[in-house]
């Protein structure tokens, strides 16, 4: 057989060996999902499906943190009365300082669980008890391999590696703030950083937060804005598609194509920015700006 054929039969078997390749061997994402809620009353069919998730990994058992709440001890055992009533086998709930989340041996919490559910509160708080931790470490390592993670409120607003604190740094009064789109003004910090290449906000119709991720994404144009309202989760898949479940909306502020500029007195301007207003069922892929849905 001639060079020029034999290059061309092994090209042929190589790309038959390709398209018989499922998408999913394509796949180089975590394996896991995400469940962010938004915040407010948690519809049942959210509760179940985070179960439901969770049964495919480990051993389905449920590990809750609580450390976000002001109430931790009110919280922990009704998280964990509410997934066991969505038909988990298993659930613990977990109240950690900093000094116990250090231990080398920490992690351990974590064995045989298909699911873990951060609950709402300050997501400083939490933060502050497991960032760079052994847990955070292998919570990491595990949503790779397939683990399902959940949270509301608070516990949203950690999932992202650029966390909004909550906090403006030019109005201490409650009553104005988020009143301008300015540069400088959205104090952040490091979240857990499951999702990188985007920043979540919770409550985010009910309370109007729209001044204050519209500023950060400007500032910070590579990042999609996901404003989740509450009684509304985004089910983050494993394919990296951002499924919308619940009962409201999710608004998402995309200017990665778009031409930001910069005022003297640093207000933010913008032309060009894509905004989605999504419903339950939509399916946004953020890599391509796209969604998908009954209505599309």
């Not at 900093?98 to 920490?106: G, I, Q, T």
């Not at 409120?153 to 590696?161: D, L, N, T, Y």
């Not at 990296?240 to 007195?265: C, F, H, K, L, P």
Request: proline share 4%; net charge neutral; aromatic share 6%.
């Amino acid at each position: 057989m001639k060079k020029s054929a034999l290059v061309l039969f092994f090209a042929a078997l190589l790309l038959a060996a390709l398209s018989s390749l499922s998408p999913a061997a394509f796949q180089t994402g975590p394996a896991g999902s995400l469940l962010i809620i938004g915040g407010g009353d948690r519809p049942d069919g959210l509760t179940k499906k985070f179960v439901e998730l969770s049964r495919g990994f480990g051993s389905g058992k449920i590990v809750i943190f609580t450390m976000a709440s002001g109430v931790p001890l009110e919280v922990g055992p009704e998280m964990v009365a509410e997934v066991k009533a969505a038909g988990a086998a298993e659930a613990f709930s977990y109240q950690l300082t900093r000094e116990e989340a250090l231990k080398p041996d920490s992690a351990n919490i974590l064995d045989g669980a298909g699911g873990v559910y951060f609950c709402g509160g300050d997501q400083s708080r939490l933060t502050a008890v497991l960032l760079d931790t052994p847990i955070h470490k292998k919570l990491l390592e595990l949503y790779a391999q397939g683990l399902v993670v959940a949270g509301t409120s608070a516990g949203a607003a950690v999932m992202s590696e650029v966390m909004i604190t909550g906090d403006e740094k030019r109005t201490t009064d409650e009553n104005a703030n988020w009143q301008t789109v300015e540069a400088g003004n959205v104090v952040t910090s490091r979240g857990f950083g499951f999702v990188t290449g985007a920043v979540m906000d919770q409550h985010f119709i009910a309370r109007r937060r729209h001044n204050r991720l519209i500023s950060l994404v400007l500032e910070n144009p590579k990042l999609v804005g996901i404003g989740i309202n509450e009684s509304t989760a985004v089910w983050v898949r494993p394919d990296g598609r951002y499924e919308i479940a619940g009962i409201g909306q999710v608004i998402v502020y995309d200017a990665r194509n778009a031409s930001v500029s910069r005022a003297n007195a640093g207000l933010l301007g913008v032309v060009g920015m894509t905004v989605h207003i999504l419903l339950p069922g939509d399916v946004y892929d953020p890599a391509t700006g796209k969604v998908e849905g009954a209505r599309r």
